[in-house]
């Protein structure tokens, strides 16, 4: 019996050991494979009166180009400019256009609180500017300065949750880029607070943009979500494109992006 009772002094200590080391390697895996910080799991911020929009511009809105098809109301405040609409551009009924009349006003307002809640949101992880074969989960993610989608590259998204960009100065979706939504991620659960102006020549962007100089879409560029800018900024529809702005939750399937609104 001594020498079972030392045998066993010798196993218990060694299979403590060994749990320890399992612990820890799950953690360490667990670190490993963990994308976004726990605000991913919040509800999404409000859009209020700004809902039914795809573009509200501060100063004005400009379709420069013919083919450029908006599913949602175009809206422009305090300004007045609305111009290529009709003409370049269509609105797809039931939507319509709005000349800082009340429902502008109001739409400007609530653009104004979005961008205030998004540049506010705490506890983002600071990232790269080149966001090149990025995977990311949901969580908030910062730019010190700049934001780039290089050409041809594709940023995916992956994961049911909200995702919110803080960009210290402009972002640029450079052309043929792609973001990707996947396993759940929603173009109405994803946020880009730009504090300069964003430039989306890519052929998929989603999310709501809201800018502070201005959104400028590009040729071929497309966009599931909305362009806004607070009162200073404009909207530029440079060529053909379109803007789908998200009209429910609906999630991608595991594996694969959403075609059309989110």
Known sequence: RPGLNALAGLVVPQMKRNSLFVVAAAGFAALLFYWGPPAAAQAAPSLGSAQSFA???GTAVTVAATGT???GDV???PGTSITGIPGGGTVVPPFTTHSNDA??????TSTTALYTTLAG????TAIGAELVVTLLGPGVYSFTSTANIAATTTLTLSGDGNYIFQVGSAITANVGSNVLL???ASACNVFWQVT???TLNGVSFPGMVVAQAGVTLGVGAALTG???TTAAGAVTAAASMIVARPTTAAKSPPGRSPIGAS
Not at 103 to 108: D, H, L, N, R
């Open 75 to 77: 809206g422009v405040s």
């Open 121 to 124: 949101t705490g506890g983002a």
């Open 196 to 198: 300069s102006a964003a």
């Open 69 to 71: 098809v908006i599913t």
């Open 103 to 108: 429902a502008a006003i109001a739409a400007q």
């Open 226 to 228: 909305r362009a806004l």
């Open 55 to 57: 573009v509200l511009g």
């Open 182 to 184: 996947l396993n759940g």
